[in-house]
């Protein structure tokens, strides 16, 4: 069973930073992809950053320039540095990994449940 584990979301001052740790567990093969989508209430999920396994990233124009997005490919973990947070930052943020579970052949979407990110003024 393949899991997906976020940390590290809580309360930051408008300006502030945090980072966010996503660690994926189980029978894990590979994973191609591994990222951050955030969901403000009222609106609908968003990618914020995703990183391949080859070094090519994606993320959304929003956060250019603030967020940065690492890899730890031999812990299975997907890092966000989130700097100069804004009020519109804040979000549940969720991991994704398009990951390959051993002894399958293909790659498939894991979600993690999760993690508030509260931005203060």
């Known amino acids: 069973q393949v899991q997906l584990v976020e940390s590290g979301g809580g309360l930051v001052h408008a300006g502030g930073s945090l980072r966010l740790t996503c660690a994926a567990s189980g029978s894990i093969f590979s994973i191609p992809a591994m990222g951050w989508y955030r969901q403000a209430p009222g609106k609908q999920r968003e990618l914020v950053a995703v990183?391949?396994?080859?070094?090519?990233?994606n993320s959304a124009d929003s956060v250019k320039g603030r967020f940065t997005i690492s890899r730890d490919n031999a812990k299975n973990t997907v890092y966000l540095q989130m700097s100069s947070l804004k009020l519109e930052d804040a979000a549940v943020y969720y991991c994704?990994?398009?990951?390959?579970?051993?002894?399958?052949?293909?790659?498939?979407?894991?979600w993690g449940k999760g993690t508030l990110v509260t931005v203060s003024s």
């Open positions: 994704y990994a398009d990951l390959i579970v051993a002894g399958h052949p293909h790659a498939m979407g894991y």
């Open positions: 990183l391949d396994s080859d070094g090519s990233r």
